[in-house]
Every structure is written in C-alpha cells, then in structure tokens.
C-alpha cells in the first residue's frame, strides 16, 4: 500500500491547537478507510524564528519537498508585537515563500453556509435560504503582484506603477483547475475578469474560453468583476466555481470567506499543475483566543478533506469527512465564533472528537 507523507507546518497562535485536532481526525479518516499516511512536523512562522531565526528554515523547506502535500496552520503573531523580528514579514517569508517554490498557482477557497448555521451569515434571510455553496479559484503566482514595479516623480508630482501581465500557460493551468473541480460539483463555471478595459482580462476571456473546448460538459459563463462582487451579495446562489485573476480573487474570496460567517469555518489549498499541495484555513493565528482551547478547528479539518480530494484523488474519504463535519454542526455541536443559544457549546478537542464520532 502506498504510504502518503505529509508535511505537518501548524505554525502560531491557534495553528498547533485547530493542527492537532486536524491531524487526529485525518488519522482517524485513514484507518477507517485503510489507507497509509505518515504525519511529519516541521517549524514555520515565528516557532520557526525562535529556534532558527528564520521563518521558512531549510530542514521545513526539505520536509515538504519529500512530502506529498503540506498541511498548513496559520504563521503571524499579535498586531502590537508586529514591530518585533519575529513578526517581521513572517507571511510573505513562509506562505508566499512556499507558494514559489513549488509553482503553487491556483487557489481554492470554498465558502458554503450550512443551514444550520444560516443565522451566522451576514446577509439577510430570503437571500440564503436556498443555501450558498461556492468555491472561489484564483491564480496565484501572476498579475499586479509580481509584475514590475516603480514609484517617480516628475514636475513636483509623485507617480507610482505596478504592471500586471500574465501569459496564456498562467490563464490555461488554473482554467483547467476550475472546469476540473466543476466536473466534481454542479458543472458551472463563472470566468471573472474586466475585459472591457483590460488587456489581460481580455486575454484572460479568450484562453478560459479556449481551455473550456476541453470541457463541453461545462456551462461557461463570463461576468465582469464589479457585477460579480454585487451578484455576491445579491445572489449568491447563482455560483458554483467562480476563476479569477489573482488581484480580483484576492477581493472576492474575502468577501466570500465572510459569507459562512466565522473564519474558523472556511478551509483552502493552493495547488500547482502536478496537484501538489498546500492546504490550510483561510484565517490567520487568532492571536486573541490562541491557548485557550476553545479555537474552531473545521477549517482546518476541512483542509483535511480538500487535501484528500485534490492532491490524493481520495473522493470517498474527503466526502465521509465533511459529511461528520455537517453532521456534528446538524447535531448542535458549536465552538464559541458559531455558538447560537440552542446549540452545545464545545471546545476545540471536544468538536473533533464530535466530527470522529460520524465517521461511521
Ligand atoms: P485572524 O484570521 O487571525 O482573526 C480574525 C478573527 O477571526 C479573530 O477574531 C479570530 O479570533 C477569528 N478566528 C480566526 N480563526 C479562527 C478559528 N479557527 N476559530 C475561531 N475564531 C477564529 O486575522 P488577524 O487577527 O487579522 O491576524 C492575526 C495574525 O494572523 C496576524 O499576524 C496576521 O498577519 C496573520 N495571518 C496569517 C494568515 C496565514 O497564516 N495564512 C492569514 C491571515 C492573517
């Protein structure tokens, strides 16, 4: 039997707590269903600092190139400490470190709200009755963010410039991403752009449309970015997989992120074209309840799944996890960021072992 590494990185904060629940829970998930995984530990994030003096040392970096996936926590400290060392570009030297060096360039944030925790959700009633259930897919490694970048001035007047470009292979990699992952959901995929005023989102449009000849089982269709924040809000219903670029995924999935209505509730993975990778909840380390035992840990156990899905093609697994997960929220069972006043308030261990008991 194949036996599947995976880099444990749970980083600060609440990271090690959610991280080990997570980790108990997936091995739960692998002896049930007979596979063979081996969890291995490595510092990332301000831990990482403390013992190396770097934020992505090369011994975690050598662990998650023999890994068959990485599992991530959340790495970054208190906002009053950011002036500290340890705080100092602590994200952009794990996270976006790791992003680069393996080539991880789409990413995939789902955001559903349960029904049972539909009064959790900032928008009005009537608008989610019918329930949300989206998944957000944003290129990663291309656009403004990596483009060329200059300040100047010029006759006493200040200028700045960030160029964004992307070439065809950067729009077709996380277009296959989206059709792929909409062939695994309700067949449906929105392609977001500007394209009446951008050149790459024109580009953009006409290799999305290119790539989805490939997939003729799947409904195509375009909306420009600033209908799509309002479609958001309005309807959002109407989505299933919804591809981006990386400026206007960055926007949209935090508006989305905002929909379940805890951060503790919405995972994420980045992933390259080999389906290698990274997996983690879309918050940051909640330095504000960190220690305390009480930290939701579903989005990262929902990081779990989306890690069997994607980078393992373990589909029966994956869906017997989030199916405890829905079935110990149908049970009542709360964390404190989603308590409502007829649930059961549980802590952090206590709501995984409520998920470990609907494994079956
Ligand atoms: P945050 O996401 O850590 O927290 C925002 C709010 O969500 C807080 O009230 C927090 O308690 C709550 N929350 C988050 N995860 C939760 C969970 N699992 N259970 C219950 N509640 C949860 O954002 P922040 O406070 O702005 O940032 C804190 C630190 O995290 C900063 O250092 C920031 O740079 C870092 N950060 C890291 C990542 C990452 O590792 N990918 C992402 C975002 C922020």
């Known amino acids: 039997m194949e036996t599947k590494t995976i880099a444990v990185l749970a980083g600060d904060g609440v990271g090690p707590e959610v991280m080990h629940e997570a980790v108990r829970v997936a091995n739960a998930v692998v002896e049930r269903f007979k596979r063979s995984t081996r969890f291995v530990e490595g510092l990332v994030g301000g831990s990482a600092f403390e013992e190396y003096g770097e934020h992505l040392p090369p011994t975690t970096l050598d662990l998650c190139k023999r890994s068959d996936a990485i599992l991530f926590g959340s790495v970054g400290g208190p906002l009053h400490q950011a002036h500290l060392p340890k705080w100092q570009g602590c994200e952009a030297n794990s996270i976006l470190a790791l992003r680069r ?71 077709a990699v996380v277009a296959r991403v989206a059709f792929e992952t909409a062939r695994k959901r309700r067949g449906k995929v929105t392609s977001v752009d500007k394209a009446n ?64 209505g805890s951060l503790g509730l919405t995972p994420s ?41 994607f980078s393992f093609d373990w589909v029966d697994e994956a869906d017997a996890l989030e199916r405890a997960v829905e079935g110990a929220l149908k049970d009542g069972y709360r964390t404190a960021d989603i308590f409502v006043a007829d649930g059961e308030k549980v802590s952090t261990a206590e709501m995984a072992d409520r998920i470990i008991e609907r494994l079956g």
């Not at 670029?245 to 989305?256: E, H, K, R, V």
């Open 101 to 171: 060096n393996f080539a991880l360039a789409a990413n995939i944030r789902p955001a559903r709200v349960y029904q049972q925790l539909l009064a959790g959700c900032p928008l009005k009633n009537e608008i989610v009755s019918e329930g949300i259930d989206l998944v957000i897919i944003r290129e990663l490694l291309g656009d403004v963010y990596f483009g060329e970048k200059s300040t100047w001035s010029e006759g006493g007047r200040r200028y700045a410039r960030d160029v964004g470009a992307y070439s065809e292979d950067q729009v």
């Open 197 to 260: 005023v951008m050149q790459t989102s024109k580009l953009w449009r006409e290799v999305v449309r290119e790539t989805h000849r490939d997939y003729a089982d799947v409904i195509l269709e375009d909306m420009l970015v600033d209908n799509c924040a309002l479609q958001l809000v309005r309807n959002p219903g109407q989505f299933d997989v919804i591809v981006t670029s990386n400026l206007f995924g960055d926007i949209l999935s935090d508006l989305a992120a905002a929909l379940p």
């Open 269 to 309: 993975a980045s992933l390259n074209d080999e389906r290698f990778g990274l997996f983690e909840p879309s918050g940051g380390s909640a330095p504000d309840i960190a220690g305390r035992g009480i930290a939701n840990p579903i989005a990262q156990i929902l990081s779990v799944a989306m890690m069997f899905r």
